[in-house]
């Protein structure tokens, strides 16, 4: 408990009621010192810093760049022009206005920070002044819409341009085709795979497995050596294929399934493979099944050593 402004009385009887103990100020909490004066902006930037850190990371930064990916594709289609922000809202082929024409243009020119489409065009025609067609070329390339009864609208712009009503279906598809395509996509993913195995060969190729390289990072003290061959600190590299018992096991399988790659490290091993993508013969699926196999029985004996203490013999 922290008082402040009160006597020595008042404090001693609030103590007899409540079993808390005495603090001093100050204390941190969330990284900012909690005092009994007024908070200044140095004691707040541990907090601003740690905040601003967090914000552009993982998740955060996917869903930004998820809301500019959608945000390209969505206009406002004026009915009576009500409801769209002259200024802010995209309704022409270009950006939104307020990205070249600033709020002291506007507030000059007699509008505001909330004008309406329709407060900027009277009679088919543009209400802004020669000036702004001077300062701001592209304006003259923006044709005036024709106002109606109808209401405003927003409407969605498919990659090929067309614009269409929303609908969830066109978004995915729209979104999903800006993801880079990988070389190896066939090579994970095949109608004859297995889903666990490709799932671990997935991460595996794409590097985000939880492997003690990135644990080191976040706790440098603790080094544990490889569970297969309790000598090196294990990364994708050295699971795939270098640890010897993992590479024993890779050099089996390679054997039985007639797989012609020489290759020992991961990335040249995943190019080697990438050959059997496109093939559908037999021994294509085999090479592929037997790579996706040998990744996820390598990772989940790691995991069995490591969490379960349980080991299993690799001519099994
Ligand atoms: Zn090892």
Redesign the pocket.
């Known amino acids: 408990m922290f008082c402040r402004s009160i006597n020595e009385d008042e404090k001693q009887q609030i103590l007899n009621i409540l079993p808390f103990k005495v603090g001093k100020l100050p204390v941190r909490y969330l990284g900012v010192p909690l005092m009994d004066k007024k908070i200044s902006i140095k004691d707040c930037k541990s907090l601003v810093e740690k905040l601003s850190k967090s914000l552009m990371t993982g998740k955060t930064k996917v869903y930004l760049m998820l809301g500019e990916m959608v945000v390209d594709h969505v206009r406002f289609k004026s009915g009576n022009g009500k409801k769209i922000s002259a200024w802010y809202d995209r309704w022409n082929e270009n950006h939104a206005l307020a990205k070249s024409i600033r709020k002291r243009e506007v507030h000059l020119a007699g509008f505001n920070d909330q004008s309406k489409l329709c407060d900027v065009i009277d009679a088919n025609r543009w209400k802004w002044s020669a000036e702004w067609f001077e300062n701001h070329s592209f304006l003259k390339d923006v044709p005036v819409p024709t106002l109606t009864d109808e209401l405003d609208c927003l409407i969605w712009v498919t990659n090929q341009g067309k614009m269409v009503n929303f609908k969830t279906s066109q978004v995915w598809k729209d979104v999903k085709r800006m993801g880079v395509k990988v070389y190896w996509e066939k090579l994970v993913w095949f109608s004859q795979c297995i889903s666990r195995h490709a799932f671990i060969l997935w991460l595996a190729i794409k590097e985000k497995l939880i492997t003690q390289d990135k644990l080191i990072k976040w706790y440098p003290q603790k080094t544990v ?8 600190p ?1 990364s994708h590299g ?2 795939f294929f ?5 590479a024993d096991i890779w050099m089996r399988v390679k054997n039985r399934a007639r797989i012609r790659s020489n290759a020992s490290n991961w990335k040249e091993i995943i190019k080697d493979m990438n050959d059997y993508k496109n093939h559908n013969h037999i021994w294509n699926i085999l090479g592929k099944l037997c790579l996706a196999a040998t990744v996820y029985f390598v990772w989940q004996e790691k995991n069995c050593r490591l969490f379960n203490n349980e080991i299993r013999d690799k001519n099994v």
Do not use: T
Request: charged residues 20%; aromatic residues 12%.
């Open positions: 050596s490889c569970q297969l061959c309790k000598k090196e294990y050295h699971l270098q640890c010897h018992y993992a």
